[in-house]
């Protein structure tokens, strides 16, 4: 969810405090340390600290990333306050050109920084939280599905959006087998909505050689749509289990 790229960059963020502030961030946000852990190729007390909590992070595990998200919330809060702070010309200016740097890397992970705040835009994070969700489920084609749609969705819009219909389908016959219901193949209206889409712009069917696709804005909407009705799936079938 959040690239080596990104880590990277905010990781050398860190190597301009103090140590007990670096650690004084991630405790804040109850990132895990771990302490014997020797990162290589990587030189610095102020680096190896920052990998130290990084080594503890499930970078797939959306509950884990977002703790991550809340170290970054703090940077660049703390960055754009410090950049609108007058008086200070020198510090001014590196607020603002590095503020600027790290919202771009983290925009470019799918996430939006707005009101001291980042979140997800739909592409990854909500994918995520599914396969944590199902990770207890005998469901290869489901995983399969979420991983092709991640591939997809900035560089084959039309494969996300149809590969999104699958994955309700897919969802709900998960749960129904589960639940040892017999079903039949309609899935309901969004699923219905997402075919529409699909042969629309989608895959599936031959177009006007003078058609304009679907851009990835579209995709995110159509795999934003199918993740939030999975996920919403998933949690009440959880909950009528206990």
């Known amino acids: 969810m959040i690239s080596k790229k ?11 405090l103090y140590l007990r502030e670096i650690e004084a961030e991630f405790d804040a946000a109850d990132v895990p340390f771990v302490g014997n852990y020797v990162p290589k190729n990587i030189s610095g007390q102020r680096r190896s600290l920052v990998e130290q909590y990084y080594h503890a992070v499930d970078w797939t595990k959306w509950s884990d990333v977002r703790k991550i998200l809340i170290v970054y919330e703090n940077v660049l809060t703390h960055l754009e306050d410090l950049s609108e702070t007058t008086g200070l010309y020198e510090n001014n200016e590196w607020a603002q050109n590095t ?7 983290i925009e470019r992970d799918g ?34 599905q979420i991983e092709r749609i991640k591939n997809a969705v900035e560089d084959d819009p039309g494969l996300a959006i149809g590969t999104s219909k699958e994955l309700i389908e897919t969802t709900c016959k998960t749960i129904l087998s589960e639940r040892g219901v017999q079903y039949d193949n309609n899935s309901g209206n969004v699923t219905q909505g997402l075919g529409e889409l699909r042969n629309l712009y989608g895959t599936g069917h031959g177009k006007h050689s003078k058609e304009k696709g679907l851009s990835p804005r579209h995709a995110r909407l159509a795999v934003g749509t199918a993740a939030t009705l999975a996920m919403f799936l998933f949690e009440t079938h959880e909950e009528r289990a206990l």
Request: glycine share 6%; no cysteine; proline share 4%.
């Open 99 to 105: 503020f600027k740097s790290l919202k771009k890397w």
């Open 6 to 16: 990104t880590r990277k960059e905010f990781r050398e963020y860190f190597v301009g």
């Open 111 to 144: 996430f939006i920084y707005s009101n001291g705040k980042l979140n997800p835009v739909g592409k990854n994070a909500s994918l995520s939280e599914i396969t944590s969700a199902t990770s207890h489920f005998d469901a290869p084609e489901l995983h399969r």
